[in-house]
């Protein structure tokens, strides 16, 4: 029997222009297995919308075109509803698909649905919010909040953002509760890993697990900003743990306090949070067709 499966599409996601994707689709995905439908989302916040429907209406499979932030509004609504998430990969970053080792070729990430098998991943709570990549406070949520306001998306204008604001950043005061072990710290950033990577291959927490039922919390203390060319490099080469501005600590239950509420990034959309956030993990309760 042929499987129903909605494509949701976020037209702006990665800067990149998505006319062309129903033929693709078309093209290149197998209709004996597949009776697809194609959806473009309008604003911030539909994917949720349209893949909520699709769970009431029986789609077996809602396949997200887009990035990180695309990938969470879809798969908030499908995590835990027994439906199954694909993903076309179409992002700036893709921390998820990359981490999944999705094919970043459109064409080639549509032919994968027709052999693909499903796996289940964990998805993390931030307050009330859920992610599947990265959530974060510090500096990284400073940028998604600046770069969100930017009409030119993609990953140079996310390097040009960083090198702009890195030196100007203050660090703050946190204290950080991984399963009743309490650190004090200062950071420049504190990331909540579920994959082990931001996206574009910038690895935080080399050894983090999408189906182990932990968080890394990964700490990224102060450093001097000409430091900041071997910290990148580190990640970009998944050497980011043996850093010494970097530590990582896994767990389950995590609470983070800072002085006053502010920005936090949840898989790189801006949030304003309150001081506290309390962070879970639900194990294996995202199935996706990878
Ligand atoms: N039609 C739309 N118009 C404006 N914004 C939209 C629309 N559809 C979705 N969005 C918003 O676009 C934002 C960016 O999407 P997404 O994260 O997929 O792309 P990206 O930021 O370029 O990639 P990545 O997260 O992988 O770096 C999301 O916050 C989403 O809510």
Known sequence: MRSRILFIVNPISGGQVKTFMPSLIDQYLDDSLYDAEIIFTEYAGHATKIAEEAVAANIDIV????????????????????KTMAIVPCGSGNGLARTLQIPLDNRKAIQRLNTAKTCKIDSGTFNERKFFNMAGI???????????????????????????????????EYEINVDGKIYTEKAFMISIAN????????????????????????????????????????????????????????????????????????DGEPLFFPKEITIGVKPLSLTLLV
Request: aromatic residues 12%.
């Open 138 to 172: 510090g500096f990284d949520a400073h940028i998604s909040a600046l770069f969100a306001e930017d009409k030119n998306r993609g990953f140079k204008g996310y390097i040009q953002s960083t090198f702009k604001e890195i030196a100007q950043y203050q660090a703050q």
């Open 63 to 82: 396949a997200c075109v887009g990035g990180d932030g695309t990938i969470n509004e879809v798969a908030s609504a499908l995590e835990s509803s027994g």
């Open 195 to 266: 994959s082990s990577q931001y996206g574009n291959n910038a690895h935080i927490s080399p050894f983090a697990s999408l189906n182990d039922g932990l968080l890394d919390v990964c700490i990224i203390k102060p450093f001097p900003v000409y430091k900041f060319p071997l910290l990148a490099y580190r990640m970009f080469t998944k050497l980011a743990h043996q850093s010494n501005y970097v530590d990582i600590y896994k767990g389950r239950n995590i609470k983070i306090t800072r002085a006053t509420e502010g920005p936090v990034h949840i």
